[in-house]
């Protein structure tokens, strides 16, 4: 087992993966047939705040951020953010599975009428020293930097919100505060991989709805056809396996957005339960946290 703070071997194994690495990084070398391209993996590197373990990726590195693991729970937004600029206001939304992104003066004034945090699964943070949070378990966490505004933006990735092109939209209200698509670097952190990730089917469909036309009886056989298919095949009747942020890359690309511009981590929340909370391993309502600060 590689542990966040070891010096890895060039030969050292993780979860099905094999990596060329040097001490804090890993670069896949080999993937699964069901893994993302590997243009998509940027350096990604193990950090620590107060002895815990957490993941920062190159793609982002103008930026303070962090893709959070177990051992931070049950530290809030509020307290890890000391990891990433004590200077810094946090904000996050209550997470619904939807399409909602809101900015920090959106979240500000409906806590100030309700007394509540507002539904949403995305942020988008346009000051100086904001810093817009998301929790996931198995979903996926998506933290969005523009190079030259500064902007960022988090955003919860499950199933139902790629369905409904969650990232997609938090791409669009970047643009409407000024980001242009070649500026954008997008890191999608931990998340369960599409080869243990089964879904009905029924689920599979309407996820593939957000990147192909077809008729609905045929959307399945267009996704299982598509080059390096987020669909796989599954051994029970009704069911397929499904990689979410295969999908989200997908989506990303529709945009413009090129494999450069896009970095998936090489961990899976499901596989590796030493590092990462998993619902659909344990059924247990507990989160990581994944937070970026805005310039």
Known sequence: MITPNSEFRTDAKFEGLSFEVSSKACTPRRVSPNSHKA???????WQEWQGLPYLTCDLLGS???GFFTQQCYPHTPEQLVAALDTKATTYRVKQVHGNIV???????STKDQRSSLPDGDGI????????PWVASADCNPVLIADITTGKVAAVHAG??????KIVPTAIAR????GSSISDLRIAMGPAISGEVYQVSETVAVE??????????SDILSALLQLSD????????????????RRVNAIQLQQLGIKDSQIAIAPYCTYQQPDYFFSYRRSNEKKVQWSGIVSR
């Open 39 to 45: 243009g998509f993996y940027s350096g990604w590197q």
């Open 63 to 65: 930026w303070q951020h």
């Open 102 to 108: 809101l900015t920090p003066e959106e979240i500000t």
């Open 124 to 131: 988008l943070a346009s000051g100086n020293k904001q810093s």
């Open 159 to 164: 199933w139902r919100g790629t369905a409904q």
């Open 174 to 177: 970047l643009q409407s505060h």
């Open 207 to 216: 996820v593939g709805k957000s990147i192909v036309s077809s008729a609905e």
């Open 229 to 244: 298919s987020p669909v796989l095949e599954d051994s029970h009747p009704g069911r397929v396996r499904l990689d979410v």
